[in-house]
């Protein structure tokens, strides 16, 4: 069954240095992965998605994702961080059916001046 | 505008008073979701709904009812709602779901449901 992993529930960075948000997954199958944003009292809105072809996703905002088949890896990362980027972040994965996106528990990410 | 919009946004209700939760999204979209957030659990998916009167359990669905009569429309329904269903739930809708779903999921801005 396909699952995610984010490694740390809460990050923490000063505005300007680089933010790196850890996901590992689980597949039986060549995964579909995708990371999500939440801004505080909204929905959720897609960032990046990987689908197959080039391993090194960019994304909105300035946010890439290399995808490393061998480290079952998906980190999302951004080389400045600004204020507006505090937020929560998930990671997701496509099921095998297609049918639902299962996503990591979320990392919460801070940006202090 | 492209969009979810689900209705109420926020409800405090009792034990046991039926509520139904809207859903409606102007994009077309043939799938639609519902996923309930938890603190610390993430995203859970309820049911969905692969087209018009297709619908289909998925990791929650326990205390929970759909329906999908209109393809823009997906309302979630609470017959007797118990404290454990308090929570923050979203609706999500993609283009397709007939293949491995690569698609967009566009989400809600997210109910607020408190039951005491």
């Known amino acids: 069954a396909q699952s995610v992993t984010q490694l740390g529930s809460h990050v923490s960075v000063s505005e300007g240095a680089l933010v790196l948000l850890r996901c590992n997954y689980s597949s039986s199958v060549p995964p579909y992965l995708f990371w999500y944003v939440q801004y505080p009292n909204q929905g959720l809105q897609l960032l990046l998605k990987?689908?197959?072809?080039?391993?090194l996703v960019k994304g909105i905002n300035g946010f890439e994702a290399e995808f490393k088949k061998s480290e079952t890896s998906f980190h999302l990362t951004k080389p400045s961080a600004h204020m507006s980027d505090a937020a929560e972040y998930f990671c997701a994965v496509s099921n095998q059916a297609g049918t639902a996106l299962i996503f990591g528990k979320g990392t919460t990410l801070s940006v202090s001046s | 505008e492209a969009q979810v919009t689900q209705n109420p946004r926020y409800l405090i209700t009792v034990t046991g008073k039926k509520l139904t939760v809207t859903c409606s999204q102007n994009m077309n979209h043939e799938y639609m979701s519902w996923y309930r957030q938890d603190p610390g659990l993430g995203l859970r998916q309820i049911y969905y709904s692969m087209n018009v009167e297709v619908t289909d359990k998925g990791d929650v669905p326990e205390g929970y009812k759909v329906s999908r009569k209109e393809k823009r429309n997906f309302p979630l329904i609470l017959e007797s709602p118990s404290p454990n269903q308090t929570s923050l739930y979203f609706c999500?809708?993609?283009?397709?779901?007939?293949?491995?779903?690569?698609?967009?999921?566009?989400f809600g801005e997210g109910s607020r449901l408190t039951v005491l």
């Open positions: 990987y689908t197959s072809a080039a391993t």
């Open positions: 999500a809708s993609s283009l397709s779901g007939r293949e491995r779903n690569t698609g967009e999921l566009f």
